[in-house]
């Protein structure tokens, strides 16, 4: 063994031994190692369901392991609760933050510190200079006084990585850290983490974004079924060979879109639509087995245009016009009657029916499609179409009545296409259609996408993934400020133009 | 739960998914959690006050009062259970039930004044004049509540009280005498042994199970209470889900209104004054969702019987309704409670894919 002078500098903050993990006979974790050292990034990558979020639970208290040791600071536990995970200096930040939308930001940082420490009693006055040591020492900019939802995505989470600091995390976890933020937020976040990592903060990510992982992480672990598949050095592993290590299965992403036939006529065209704060003469036309992508950043109008076209916010002027001719969309049954489906950016509340059957899910749409002529539903024909497309779009559940909440987020994902699919609709938008879906899920959904616009479908896909955009989209509007100042076809539909455009 | 990924699976794996005609009519057979425990619950209290009172509680008398006082208190559980399963209350069905009978007293009457012949053949039109006072009602609410967006459980305790106050001033707070005669003959009848109005209900249950679970509207309903935003965005019209639940509800609270009258030649405005919470507990009992989304009609049907049950039963050991009122309570207390700990195991239990 090595001498402890040689050992003491690398002793890990937070070490997990042989964890074991079962569910009702289901193995989640099957005996998982890992170790973080001082000032270090880990991400941690995997598929949806592969151990990830259980793994986490695990270290911050909220589940038992069945077996294995946790280790902080060179001291053994067989498991954690969740209080001595945050005096142990374990501390995670969940996606949606958990903090209090109501109170201020100095407030958010503090409180929960203060509830730890079994104070009753909350003064103002003591709480602001320690709020505002935090946010000084790291350098942020941040309105204390704010209310937290007024902020920003990347605010609220500075808030919430303060208030990590504030209950002396020496052990920060960050679920998806930069799904929700723009590409200078990202570049934003990581100079905090520099700091942090400077502070001898140890922090672990989990993350779907492979290239941003690999440039601000140091090492990767790799989970798959419930085992460690690789830990290595993030050089000298590229996003290729993490999927691969992920999925076990090669990844394409490179560019794979199918010529359209000249005589493909235009299936929507818009003409100086407007609406008034959003966005301004937005006009573009779509191909019938056209795949249109649709980019800017948060608040750039983007997601508006699309609710304006499916009729959840009504445009004020301009006109739309479906196999060249003028239509009326005031309402979101306008859009579903001229032919428009919309796969919305919160698959979970605006989605689906979380609680409901597989079935019932995808049958939602189109009800009225599946009726006999006495109003009632045709219950072969129902079957036949949910059966049909729970095969075809392979959706991974034990039968079609399983509720929707038991999926993983990429299944869940398929099951919303496949509520529009069994409409046929003629022009079908997508909102952010691969956020919070693993690598080998994204890979099927955008193959599944290509298959309908082969068939005449006329698709738009919203989304800053940027990768994403130039593996399926034949041409690129970009976004900016309410206006579409840029539309990429053939060559400039590429990563870095992709980017640069966005971000100008 | 298999971790493995669904793309190294052969596909005929994906196909057991497939239901075979076996496993389809195992489907129509099999029970859901929530109506297995009421049949439990029916057959325990069965049971309890059998071996209490063997000569009281199984006589036929008693057995057919059960049958004769189930429906029109069904009917109501029904018209709850509907109103719950799109998120919503219905608090006006007794007072619309009660309009439906004074109004169809009101016309027999009059009519009988001039020509007692004719009144009775006039019934048909009296039965629709009532049923129709329902309808009136539910579209009224309907409006308030999918029109003007007011909260259900708000419009329908205002309409409530109108509905009541135009009853308490329509009869001077006396009882009606009078009914047609076919229809008390009706109330008096059996099929087979079995009261007509229990025969009746059965169908008003069948044809709302239908609805329910057999038609476009049925299962708009159901998303429409399971999630309205998700809803939305599916391209269900709220407003005329709504408005059709709020028209069934009111045309079930015209029927009830009818068997009131069918069962006894009166109408009040007070009458079945304890109803309004009694087919809440119903409703809620057999399994009806209070947030939406989910009820089923046969749950409900068993959880009219049980309580009617147990309320025969405590008349045959001679407590009082009172005593009543308290097991009704500590029976949906007890049957939510044991529902919470299932639940909560259930989720302890529970694994795996989780969203990461």
Same mark, same amino acid.
């Given at each position: 063994m090595t001498s402890i002078a040689h050992d003491k500098p690398t002793q890990p903050l937070l070490e997990v031994r042989n964890i074991v993990k079962t569910f009702g006979g289901v193995t989640a974790l099957s005996g998982v190692t890992l170790d973080l050292l001082p000032g270090e990034v880990l991400c941690l990558a995997g598929e949806n369901g592969c151990g990830k979020s259980t793994l986490i639970k695990i270290i911050s208290g909220a589940e038992k392991p069945d077996s294995g040791e946790i280790i902080v600071d060179g001291i053994s536990h067989s498991s954690m609760d969740t209080t001595n995970a945050i005096k142990n200096g374990i501390q995670v930040i969940y996606q949606d933050f958990s903090l209090f939308p109501n109170l201020t930001v100095a407030e958010n940082i503090v409180l929960t510190s203060a509830v730890a420490s079994r104070r009753h009693t909350y003064s103002q006055r003591a709480a602001r200079p320690a709020a505002q040591a935090i946010v000084e020492e790291l350098g942020l900019k941040l309105?204390?006084?704010?209310? $937290?939802? @007024?902020?920003s995505v990347a605010d609220k989470q500075l808030t919430a990585i303060c208030r990590a600091l504030v209950s002396d995390a020496r052990i920060l976890i960050m679920d998806e850290p930069t799904t929700a933020l723009t590409h200078t937020e990202v570049e934003r976040l990581f100079i905090i983490v520099e700091r942090l990592r400077a502070r001898g903060v140890g922090l672990i990510f989990v993350s779907h974004k492979l290239d941003e992982v690999l440039k601000i992480s140091q090492r990767v672990a790799i989970l798959r079924s419930g085992k460690n598949v690789v830990t290595d050095l993030a050089s000298t592993l590229t996003p290729r060979t993490i999927a691969l290590h992920m999925t076990g299965l090669e990844l394409d992403e490179s560019r794979n879109i199918s010529e359209l036939p000249p005589e493909s006529g235009v299936v929507l065209e818009l003409d100086r639509m407007s609406l008034e704060g959003a966005y301004q003469d937005v006009s573009f036309t779509l191909r019938r087995g056209e795949i249109l992508g649709v980019t800017g950043l948060l608040g750039s109008g983007r997601t508006e245009i699309a609710e304006s076209l499916f009729g959840v916010v009504p445009h004020e002027s301009g006109i739309i016009k479906i196999d060249g001719s003028p239509v009326r969309i005031h309402s979101i049954s306008d859009a579903i009657k001229a032919g428009i489906g919309y796969v919305p950016?919160?698959?979970?509340? @605006?989605?689906?029916? =979380?609680?409901?059957s597989i079935a019932d899910n995808i049958i939602a749409g189109s009800p009225d499609e599946h009726?006999? &002529? %006495? &109003? =009632?539903?045709d219950l072969r024909a129902v079957r036949e179409t949910i059966q049909a497309l729970f095969a075809r779009l392979r959706v991974?559940?034990?039968? $079609? @009545? *399983?509720?929707?909440?038991? %999926?993983s987020g990429g299944n869940a994902q398929r099951v919303v296409l496949a509520k529009w699919l069994a409409r046929r609709p003629r022009i079908l938008m997508l909102n952010?259609?691969?956020?919070?879906?693993d690598i080998g899920s994204k890979a099927e959904i955008l193959g599944i996408l290509r298959a309908e616009a082969a068939e005449g479908m006329g698709i738009i896909i919203i989304s800053d993934d940027a990768p994403e955009l130039v593996a399926c989209c034949h041409r690129v509007l970009v976004v900016r400020n309410g206006r579409v100042v840029d539309i990429l076809e053939g060559d400039d539909v590429a990563i870095d133009t992709i980017r640069e455009k966005v971000a100008a | 739960m298999k971790l493995t990924d669904p793309r190294l699976e052969p596909l005929s794996r994906m196909n057991d998914s497939v239901e075979s005609g076996w496993s389809r009519a195992l489907a129509l057979v099999r029970i859901e959690g929530g109506v297995r425990r009421m049949l439990i619950l029916l057959a325990v209290a069965f049971v309890i006050f059998a071996a209490l009172r063997p000569s009281i509680f199984l006589s036929g008398t008693n057995l057919r009062n059960i049958a004769l006082n189930s429906p029109e208190i069904g009917v109501l559980a029904i018209a709850m259970m509907l109103a719950m399963l799109t998120g919503g209350i219905d608090l006006s069905l007794v007072a619309m039930a009660n309009l439906s009978a004074i109004t169809m007293a009101t016309l027999f009457t009059a009519m009988a004044a001039n020509d007692p012949g004719q009144a009775e053949q006039m019934f048909p039109v009296i039965v629709l004049a009532g049923v129709a006072v329902g309808v009136l009602g539910g579209a009224i609410n309907g409006l308030l509540i999918s029109g003007l967006g007011i909260t259900p459980i708000l419009a329908t305790l205002g309409t409530m009280q109108i509905f009541n106050g135009i009853a308490v001033a329509w009869t001077g707070g006396k009882t009606l005498y009078g009914s047609p005669e076919v229809l008390t003959g009706i109330g008096a009848s059996t099929l087979g042994g079995v009261p007509t109005l229990f025969c009746l209900f059965v169908l008003v249950a069948v044809a709302i199970g239908v609805v329910i679970n057999r038609t476009p509207l049925g299962l708009r309903i159901q998303l429409q209470g399971a999630n309205p935003t998700a809803a939305l965005y599916s391209g269900i019209a709220s407003r005329k889900i709504l408005m059709s639940t709020y028209l069934m509800t009111g045309l079930l609270s015209g029927i009830a209104g009818v068997f009131f009258i069918a069962r006894n030649p009166t109408a009040s405005?007070?009458?079945? *004054?304890?109803y309004v919470l009694l087919v809440i507990v119903i409703a809620v009992l057999g399994g009806t969702n209070p947030n939406g989304g989910f009820a089923t009609v046969f749950g409900v049907v068993l959880a009219t019987l049980t309580l009617e049950i147990v309320s025969s039963g405590f008349t045959a050991l001679r407590l009082s309704s009172y005593q009543y009122a308290i097991a009704q309570g500590l029976i949906l207390v007890a049957a939510m409670a044991a529902e919470q700990i299932k639940w909560r195991r259930r989720r302890n239990r529970k694994p795996v894919l989780q969203p990461t």
């Amino acid at each position: 063994m090595t001498s402890i002078a040689h050992d003491k500098p690398t002793q890990p903050l937070l070490e997990v031994r042989n964890i074991v993990k079962t569910f009702g006979g289901v193995t989640a974790l099957s005996g998982v190692t890992l170790d973080l050292l001082p000032g270090e990034v880990l991400c941690l990558a995997g598929e949806n369901g592969c151990g990830k979020s259980t793994l986490i639970k695990i270290i911050s208290g909220a589940e038992k392991p069945d077996s294995g040791e946790i280790i902080v600071d060179g001291i053994s536990h067989s498991s954690m609760d969740t209080t001595n995970a945050i005096k142990n200096g374990i501390q995670v930040i969940y996606q949606d933050f958990s903090l209090f939308p109501n109170l201020t930001v100095a407030e958010n940082i503090v409180l929960t510190s203060a509830v730890a420490s079994r104070r009753h009693t909350y003064s103002q006055r003591a709480a602001r200079p320690a709020a505002q040591a935090i946010v000084e020492e790291l350098g942020l900019k941040l309105d204390l006084d704010a209310d $937290v939802e @007024q902020l920003s995505v990347a605010d609220k989470q500075l808030t919430a990585i303060c208030r990590a600091l504030v209950s002396d995390a020496r052990i920060l976890i960050m679920d998806e850290p930069t799904t929700a933020l723009t590409h200078t937020e990202v570049e934003r976040l990581f100079i905090i983490v520099e700091r942090l990592r400077a502070r001898g903060v140890g922090l672990i990510f989990v993350s779907h974004k492979l290239d941003e992982v690999l440039k601000i992480s140091q090492r990767v672990a790799i989970l798959r079924s419930g085992k460690n598949v690789v830990t290595d050095l993030a050089s000298t592993l590229t996003p290729r060979t993490i999927a691969l290590h992920m999925t076990g299965l090669e990844l394409d992403e490179s560019r794979n879109i199918s010529e359209l036939p000249p005589e493909s006529g235009v299936v929507l065209e818009l003409d100086r639509m407007s609406l008034e704060g959003a966005y301004q003469d937005v006009s573009f036309t779509l191909r019938r087995g056209e795949i249109l992508g649709v980019t800017g950043l948060l608040g750039s109008g983007r997601t508006e245009i699309a609710e304006s076209l499916f009729g959840v916010v009504p445009h004020e002027s301009g006109i739309i016009k479906i196999d060249g001719s003028p239509v009326r969309i005031h309402s979101i049954s306008d859009a579903i009657k001229a032919g428009i489906g919309y796969v919305p950016e919160d698959r979970l509340t @605006q989605g689906l029916f =979380m609680d409901k059957s597989i079935a019932d899910n995808i049958i939602a749409g189109s009800p009225d499609e599946h009726a006999t &002529r %006495l &109003r =009632m539903l045709d219950l072969r024909a129902v079957r036949e179409t949910i059966q049909a497309l729970f095969a075809r779009l392979r959706v991974k559940a034990p039968n $079609v @009545q *399983a509720p929707v909440r038991s %999926l993983s987020g990429g299944n869940a994902q398929r099951v919303v296409l496949a509520k529009w699919l069994a409409r046929r609709p003629r022009i079908l938008m997508l909102n952010g259609p691969t956020v919070g879906v693993d690598i080998g899920s994204k890979a099927e959904i955008l193959g599944i996408l290509r298959a309908e616009a082969a068939e005449g479908m006329g698709i738009i896909i919203i989304s800053d993934d940027a990768p994403e955009l130039v593996a399926c989209c034949h041409r690129v509007l970009v976004v900016r400020n309410g206006r579409v100042v840029d539309i990429l076809e053939g060559d400039d539909v590429a990563i870095d133009t992709i980017r640069e455009k966005v971000a100008a | 739960m298999k971790l493995t990924d669904p793309r190294l699976e052969p596909l005929s794996r994906m196909n057991d998914s497939v239901e075979s005609g076996w496993s389809r009519a195992l489907a129509l057979v099999r029970i859901e959690g929530g109506v297995r425990r009421m049949l439990i619950l029916l057959a325990v209290a069965f049971v309890i006050f059998a071996a209490l009172r063997p000569s009281i509680f199984l006589s036929g008398t008693n057995l057919r009062n059960i049958a004769l006082n189930s429906p029109e208190i069904g009917v109501l559980a029904i018209a709850m259970m509907l109103a719950m399963l799109t998120g919503g209350i219905d608090l006006s069905l007794v007072a619309m039930a009660n309009l439906s009978a004074i109004t169809m007293a009101t016309l027999f009457t009059a009519m009988a004044a001039n020509d007692p012949g004719q009144a009775e053949q006039m019934f048909p039109v009296i039965v629709l004049a009532g049923v129709a006072v329902g309808v009136l009602g539910g579209a009224i609410n309907g409006l308030l509540i999918s029109g003007l967006g007011i909260t259900p459980i708000l419009a329908t305790l205002g309409t409530m009280q109108i509905f009541n106050g135009i009853a308490v001033a329509w009869t001077g707070g006396k009882t009606l005498y009078g009914s047609p005669e076919v229809l008390t003959g009706i109330g008096a009848s059996t099929l087979g042994g079995v009261p007509t109005l229990f025969c009746l209900f059965v169908l008003v249950a069948v044809a709302i199970g239908v609805v329910i679970n057999r038609t476009p509207l049925g299962l708009r309903i159901q998303l429409q209470g399971a999630n309205p935003t998700a809803a939305l965005y599916s391209g269900i019209a709220s407003r005329k889900i709504l408005m059709s639940t709020y028209l069934m509800t009111g045309l079930l609270s015209g029927i009830a209104g009818v068997f009131f009258i069918a069962r006894n030649p009166t109408a009040s405005a007070d009458y079945g *004054a304890s109803y309004v919470l009694l087919v809440i507990v119903i409703a809620v009992l057999g399994g009806t969702n209070p947030n939406g989304g989910f009820a089923t009609v046969f749950g409900v049907v068993l959880a009219t019987l049980t309580l009617e049950i147990v309320s025969s039963g405590f008349t045959a050991l001679r407590l009082s309704s009172y005593q009543y009122a308290i097991a009704q309570g500590l029976i949906l207390v007890a049957a939510m409670a044991a529902e919470q700990i299932k639940w909560r195991r259930r989720r302890n239990r529970k694994p795996v894919l989780q969203p990461t």
